[in-house]
């Protein structure tokens, strides 16, 4: 329950440095996907459901404010956490390759998919112009932050998740 | 949560699938185009906007603090600039007050309206931007309690900011004219002839926007000239200075022109707005 809670201020916290420090166009050139890296990060430590939720919560907090489509950003968020929990059993979780590949990956993916749905059908196919001044600045500054990130999010998940983590080691010898 | 999930059994794949219908549902509601957000938005918005403000404050100070520091010498070299700048504008002021009492006595000659000076006008703090990589849309900390709803326009450093697009009881969402989607029909403040002014994300680092569609029989377009909002846009008030114009080139089928505006507000350092609570009349308004 506090892993929960604890998980919604994270979400909140993410949301609004995303939207003021980060957004600071005087110092920074490209925000990252604070966002994504909550999602991937709890999908990747504690499974596909809780993935998913904190995806979707993830995806609609930032639609309801500034989405044109509600609902898009969730379902891709929500996507992202199911894809980030396929590896949840597969790795060790405090191994920090995992998450920053599928981060970086994912990060990338979910703005190819907004450039093609918003931007080439609207005609502006500068494609590598696109990729090079938006995406990839974007997915730099996010593989940076999700490394430090990432053990900030585990070492507080080991806290407050140690007897889940025990519940799931024994899975791991049961099995 | 979990337990909650080992009870009913849920499958990993059965909620994705749900999760999918439930986001899809949303997407179809707001196709639709029926205003159902509006009660996300002012929930999600009562709960987060306070915090933005409160962050955007403790923000600004490190901002001040930082950039003091290396600015000293700047300011040196500006206040030297601007004295010499101050010189100009006097004289030109001078000038400029000569010419309104004559504009007065001519607005009285053809009965018009001195509406233009006339614009309520509230001011707002910028307390969020738009996290995402593609568009520049940002929030503000006025909203219909402050008297503001969708499609008032939004001006700072005397230009043409952005329009609101969504409205919360406390806060409001400004598109800006540099983003990507934007499309204002915009003219040179001389001669009235007509264009179209629409973002654009590549060239928005360089600090610039597009315009297209302008014909310009008489040649006058060059360098430095004003564009404002034209008379017969729907939601742009009439007069509202856009830009100045950076280049200008002939397009492909040689009849317009087309080239590049730098906007006169400053989006890097975007601030505090004014927003204008007059919204353009239009024809079907008043019917």
Redesign the interface.
């Known amino acids: 329950?506090i892993r929960?809670i604890v998980l919604g201020i994270y979400i909140?916290l993410a949301?609004?440095?995303?939207?003021?420090?980060?957004?600071?166009?005087?110092?920074f050139?490209?925000?990252p996907?604070?966002?994504l890296i909550i999602t991937v990060s709890t999908g990747f430590m504690r499974?596909?459901?809780?993935g998913?939720?904190t995806g979707?919560l993830c995806?609609f907090?930032?639609?309801?404010?500034?989405g044109s489509?509600?609902?898009?950003t969730?379902?891709l968020y929500?996507?992202a956490g199911?894809i980030a929990?396929a590896f949840y059993k597969v790795f060790f979780d405090n191994n920090v390759r995992v998450p920053l590949t599928l981060v970086t990956v994912m990060d990338i993916a979910f703005?190819l998919f907004?450039?093609v749905i918003?931007?080439l059908m609207r005609g502006?196919t500068?494609f590598f112009?696109?990729v090079i001044?938006?995406?990839l600045?974007?997915a730099v500054f996010t593989f940076i932050i999700t490394f430090f990130l990432y053990k900030i999010l585990y070492a507080g998940d080991r806290v407050l998740g140690a007897e889940?983590e025990e519940r799931r080691r024994s899975h791991w010898l049961g099995s | 949560?979990?337990k909650l999930?080992r009870k009913l059994k849920?499958k990993?794949k059965h909620?994705?699938v749900v999760?999918?219908i439930?986001?899809?549902?949303?997407?179809l509601?707001?196709?639709s185009g029926s205003s159902f957000?509006g009660p996300?938005?002012s929930a999600?918005?009562t709960?987060?906007m306070p915090?933005?403000r409160g962050?955007?404050k403790a923000?600004s100070v490190l901002?001040y603090l930082a950039?003091g520091f290396k600015d000293v010498q700047d300011l040196n070299e500006e206040n030297e600039n601007l004295r010499k700048e101050i010189a100009e504008l006097t004289e030109t002021n001078n000038r400029l007050s000569q010419q309104i009492s004559e504009l007065e006595r001519l607005e009285e000659l053809y009965k018009l309206d001195s509406q233009y000076s006339e614009y309520n006008k509230v001011a707002a703090n910028v307390?969020?931007?738009?996290?995402?990589?593609?568009?520049s849309?940002f929030?503000i900390d006025k909203g219909t309690d402050d008297g503001i709803s969708v499609d008032m326009n939004v001006i700072a450093g005397g230009g043409l900011v952005g329009i609101v697009t969504e409205t919360g009881k406390s806060w409001a969402?400004v598109q800006s004219i540099i983003d990507?989607r934007s499309n204002i029909s915009a003219m040179i403040a001389s001669t009235s002839d007509t264009m179209v002014v629409s973002g654009n994300?590549?060239t928005m680092?360089q600090g610039t926007i597009d315009f297209s569609e302008l014909r310009d029989p008489d040649n006058v377009v060059g360098e430095g000239t004003t564009v404002v909002t034209s008379n017969i846009s729907t939601k742009y008030l009439t007069g509202l200075l856009v830009g100045y114009v950076s280049r200008v080139e002939e397009s492909s089928n040689r009849l317009t022109k087309k080239g590049t505006i730098i906007p006169a507000a400053d989006?890097?350092?975007l601030r505090e707005v004014l927003v204008i609570t007059n919204l353009k009349q239009t024809k079907g308004d008043s019917e």
């Open positions: 329950m929960n909140l949301f609004i440095l995303e939207t003021t420090v980060f957004k600071n166009e005087a110092i050139q490209a925000a996907n604070i966002l499974g596909k459901k809780a998913m939720i979707f995806g907090l930032y639609d309801a404010i500034f489509i509600i609902g898009l969730a379902l929500v996507l199911y929990g703005n907004l450039y918003f931007f502006r500068a112009s696109y001044q938006r995406i600045p974007e889940a | 949560m979990k999930f849920i990993d909620l994705l999760m999918i439930l986001c899809v549902g949303l997407m509601v707001t196709f957000s996300f938005h999600i918005g709960i987060v915090l933005e962050v955007n923000g901002v950039s307390i969020a931007k738009d996290p995402g990589t593609w568009y849309t929030v969402v990507d994300l590549l680092e989006f890097m350092h």
